[in-house]
C-alpha cells in the first residue's frame, strides 16, 4: 500500500524546496540591485516557473511510454542519449515559457540585463518545486539525514544547473535586445538548444558518474563562473545599447 505524503510532509518539503531557491535569487538580484525589477514581477515569474515543473512533468509523463528517461546503471546507448536531450529540452522550454509569457513580452523587460534576471527567476522557481518533490520520498520516510544530503546536493547542483542554462537563454536575448524581431527569434533558438545541451551534459555525467560527484559539481560552478563573467557583459551592454 502506497502511503500518501501528510501535509506537514508537503509543508516541510515545500519549504526544504522553496528557501533555498529563495536564497540563490536574493544573490542573483544582487547583480541588478542598481535597477532593481518590480517585487510583483518577481514573485509572478517565480510562481509561473514552479508552475512550468507541473507542465514539465505533465509533458514527460505523456511521452514515458515512448522515451523512458535513463536511469544511473542503464546503457547510455545513442537512443538513450537522445531521451536525455528531450527530456532536457522540455524542462528547459518549460522555464523559458514561465519567463516568456509572465514578463518577457512586456515593456518592463527593458534592459538586457532583465532577460537573464527573469529567466533565473523562472528556473529557481522551477528548480525549487522540483527540488520539493525528490524531498517528498526522505522526509515522508522519516529519514532525515537522507533529507538533508538531499536537499544540499540539489542546492549545489541541479538548482545551479537550472540557473545556467536559462541564463543561457537569457544572455542570447541580451545580445539579441538591439536587433529586430526576426533575429532574436534566432537567438531565443540558439539559447534553448544551448541550455537543452547544458542540461543533457549534467544529466548525463549525473548518469555515468554514479557516487563520484565531484566532476559534476565542477561542471557547474564552472558554469557559474563563467555566468558571472556574463553579467558584467551584459550591464556593458546596457550602457552602449540603451543609452
Request: charged fraction near 15%.
Amino acid at each position: 500500500m502506497i502511503l500518501l505524503p501528510t501535509p506537514l510532509t508537503f509543508f516541510i518539503a515545500f519549504l526544504g524546496g522553496i528557501l533555498p531557491a529563495l536564497l540563490w535569487l536574493h544573490f542573483w538580484l544582487y547583480e541588478d540591485r542598481l535597477e532593481p525589477e518590480p517585487k510583483n514581477l518577481l514573485i509572478a515569474t517565480f510562481t509561473a516557473g514552479m508552475v512550468a515543473t507541473i507542465v514539465a512533468l505533465i509533458c514527460q509523463n505523456l511521452i514515458r511510454e515512448y522515451l523512458p528517461a535513463p536511469n544511473i546503471g542503464d546503457m547510455l546507448t545513442a537512443g538513450a542519449i537522445i531521451s536525455i536531450f528531450i527530456w532536457a529540452g522540455i524542462e528547459e522550454v518549460a522555464k523559458f515559457g514561465a519567463a516568456y509569457f509572465i514578463v518577457l513580452k512586456r515593456r518592463e523587460a527593458d534592459e538586457p540585463i532583465d532577460n537573464m534576471i527573469y529567466l533565473i527567476t523562472a528556473a529557481l522557481g522551477f528548480a525549487a518545486l522540483e527540488n520539493a518533490f525528490f524531498l517528498l520520498d526522505p522526509i515522508q520516510s522519516n529519514q532525515i539525514m537522507q533529507s538533508i544530503i538531499t536537499g544540499n546536493m540539489r542546492f549545489l547542483g541541479s538548482t545551479l544547473l537550472h540557473i545556467v542554462s536559462s541564463a543561457s537563454v537569457g544572455i542570447m536575448l541580451a545580445f539579441a535586445f538591439c536587433k529586430l524581431p526576426a533575429t532574436k527569434k534566432i537567438y531565443i533558438w540558439i539559447g534553448l538548444i544551448l541550455a537543452t545541451t547544458l542540461h543533457t551534459l549534467f544529466n548525463f555525467f549525473i548518469l555515468r558518474s554514479g557516487e563520484n560527484l565531484l566532476f559534476v559539481f565542477a561542471f557547474v560552478w564552472v558554469g557559474v563562473i563563467i555566468l558571472i563573467l556574463f553579467f558584467e557583459r551584459v550591464k556593458r551592454i546596457n550602457r552602449s545599447c540603451i543609452y
